[in-house]
């Protein structure tokens, strides 16, 4: 890759550049930083935007009673019930049952807050989702 | 370029990087009086890989890897280098982050490893939870501390609680907020046989690891499985994979097949180093090899985006990758006899 060739396509990293390493006039390698590639936009859109629509399923789901918020919180932290478990410090069978909102709704305050704590939200926000 | 003051009052200067973890080594090697470059750290602990492991799925697809695994590169380097580094993993978050003040108190800059979703100054649509994230923490400041990220063009801030989250993120390949910081290092280390012993470690993984998912064996199992994929998974899931393999080699990486040009920005170093043509001729070939890999993203990339619309389709796509697991082949086939034949 030359330096002339190294993309510039979009703005897509919010600004900031990524470095690339490219051949200048000389033959020889230098970093130039890059602003952005169509391709990486494509394939990381695909991935983003598959997260966005699993979320929005999930807060259907939270919104017509089948599954907790909980569960919605976990997703937009992009967790798994394994990595939330540990990351709470709660047992993987006993946060499995907290993805139901019949048992969710019981919880105490002390476990809400652990949750609250690993996901980095208010226990408030914890108890509800986005409409 | 832009310099910093450390806590010890002396200037850090800031490099804007292609990959985390070679800038972070490569700095840190810099900040104690090495003039070394990132390519070369990137050469010496042999950091340029493939592997497709079929087995370990992340967010439902296959992960592919364009580079040896995280922490392999500071771990191999150091030690060729012959440099002596500090390091330790916590259990408790508190001891962890009071071990960090502690050390930059005294003027060292600590290189940490992190999970970057919790790294809020990266744009959004780039935080996924990936454990192997490197980044070196330069000095305390109110409420966080500064930053040096190489991946980033400038030195930014940090606060507290996003740090300890980051270093103390859980699932696979847990950090437990380790650090690592030099403690003596070799002023004029032997590059020359540091370089042979990368490249010949390089050799091996590409060429001799008897198993099919590794190295050139496995740029050829993937290739073959791009091509069924379609037959197997059906349009929608060949197209995940098929982005997954391309992320792989962009983001979580870096930009556009960047390893392969990396590894010959160090060919080209270590040609000027031995005086070697074989090595300036192999620099070259590198450069052709990571240009088809930028092909194959391109490709991709539109079978993704036209739906299979245009002549794209899988068959051109592994078609590629098999070229590049041809020409790699026969790269680290022509290293594994120069090398041989350069003297330390």
């Known amino acids: 890759m030359k330096a002339n060739e190294v993309p510039q396509d979009i703005t897509y990293y919010e600004g900031k550049k990524r470095a690339c390493y490219a051949l200048n006039d000389e033959g020889k390698y230098v970093i130039v930083p890059s602003s952005g590639w169509d391709v990486e936009a494509v394939v990381n859109g695909l991935a983003v935007d598959e997260m966005a629509a699993s979320l929005e399923v999930t807060r259907q789901a ?3 009673g089948s599954k907790s918020p909980l569960c919605y919180h976990m997703e937009l932290r992009q967790m798994t019930p394994e990595i939330l478990a540990k990351t709470a410090g709660i047992a993987k069978f006993r946060l499995k049952r907290h993805l139901r909102p019949e048992i969710f709704a019981k919880l105490k305050t002390s476990v809400l807050d652990r949750y609250a704590q690993a996901l980095a939200v208010t226990r408030k926000e914890l108890k509800t989702v986005p409409t | 370029m832009s310099t910093e003051i450390t806590a010890g009052g002396k200037p850090f200067i800031h490099r804007h990087s292609a990959h985390c973890e070679s800038g972070v080594t490569s700095a840190l090697f810099r900040d104690k009086g090495v003039e070394i470059s990132e390519p070369m750290i990137f050469g010496i602990g042999s950091g340029i890989f493939f592997g497709h492991l079929p087995f370990v799925k992340m967010a439902g697809v296959t992960i592919s890897t364009f580079r040896s695994q995280p922490g392999a590169v500071f771990r191999k380097s150091a030690k060729r280098l012959g440099g002596k580094f500090i390091t330790s993993r916590f259990r408790n978050p508190q001891k962890g982050m009071d071990e960090l003040r502690r050390v930059l108190k005294t ?3 600590v290189g940490l490893t992190t999970n970057i979703y919790w790294l809020s100054y990266f744009p959004n649509r780039f935080r996924f939870q990936f454990n192997g994230h490197n980044l070196i923490a330069l000095r305390e400041i109110e409420g966080g501390f500064r930053v040096s990220d190489p991946m980033l063009e400038w030195p930014v ?13 859980h699932g696979p390949l847990e950090p437990h907020g380790f650090m690592y910081y030099p403690q003596s290092i070799v002023l004029k280390p032997d590059l020359r046989n540091a370089c042979i012993k990368g490249m ?3 050799c091996n993984m590409m060429l001799r690891i008897p198993l099919p998912i590794f190295g ?3 740029m050829r199992f993937l290739a073959k499985k791009v091509i069924h994929s379609p037959d197997k998974l059906g349009f929608q899931g060949a197209c995940r994979e098929l982005s997954s393999i391309v992320r792989m080699q962009e983001e979580v990486g870096t930009g556009g097949a960047g390893f392969r040009y990396m590894y010959a920005a160090f060919l080209q170093e270590a040609a000027e180093l031995f005086g070697s043509d074989d090595l300036v001729l192999l620099s070259g070939e590198m450069t052709a090899i990571g240009d088809i890999w930028r092909e194959f993203a391109i490709v991709s990339a539109r079978i993704i985006k036209q739906r299979g619309q245009s002549e794209d389709n899988f068959d051109k796509a592994g078609g590629l990758m098999m070229i590049c697991a041809e020409r790699e082949e026969e790269l680290f086939r022509n290293l594994r006899s120069v090398v041989r034949k350069l003297k330390a």
């Open chain 2, 200 to 202: 010949k470690d390089t």
């Open chain 1, 62 to 64: 939270v919104l017509a």
């Open chain 2, 107 to 109: 003027g060292q800059i």
């Open chain 2, 216 to 218: 050139i064996r496995g």
């Open chain 2, 157 to 169: 801030d940090c606060p507290t609680e996003d740090l300890e989250r980051a270093r103390f993120a």
